[in-house]
């Protein structure tokens, strides 16, 4: 039961990030600066929602015999459109933000994860393109890169999507800014240099 609770409130907040993409507002940023991840995915976003139409009217032309069959199919072709165009809409709304004290990582409806920036050991530049699974690692790829690695001093808890509890020691996430998101932190971590 758990898991139907978590996915109903995941595509409520898919959809509630569709309605924010229209709105050109953001979620959660206020207060602090956001770091937008979205950039690169655009593209494949866009040719995998026009190949999601595609398949949508070829299968209106195989099953238009069969109307019953025809409706079905067409509302979930219909669905894995929308889904596809929330899944990039929530990672536009839902940026990572550096506020007072710490940085929220996000990835677009999945993950929102609070890291106290005095937690924080070391942040580094630091382009990946493989990422092997570890104990205490998670890994936030965008387009199967990461560009920005913390190291923690204590770990931080990550609650998956179906509610399992993580301790995180090192977090990589992908940041548009990668540059400038390492430099804010440097200066609130250690505002002195």
Known sequence: MRGVRALVRHELRLLASLALWAARRTHGAGG??????????????AGLAFVCVVETLGMSVLLRDRPAVHAVVLVLDVYTVVFV?????ASVVRPHVLGP?????????????????ERIA???????????????????????????????????THVTFFGRRREVRVLRLHADD????????????????
């Open 85 to 89: 165009i929330a899944l990039h809409a």
């Open 32 to 45: 602090g600066r956001a770091f937008g991840y979205a950039r690169g995915q655009g593209a494949t976003t």
């Open 178 to 193: 990668a540059d400038g998101l390492v430099r804010a932190l440097t200066r609130e971590r250690d505002p002195a240099s």
């Open 122 to 156: 070391s942040v580094r530049r630091e382009l990946r393109t493989t990422h092997e699974r570890a104990d205490g690692v998670l890994d936030l790829a965008v387009g199967s890169r990461t560009s920005v690695t913390l190291v923690l001093a204590e770990p931080v």
């Open 101 to 117: 004290g710490s940085l929220r990582v996000r990835l677009a409806a999945h993950v929102d994860l609070r890291v106290p920036l």
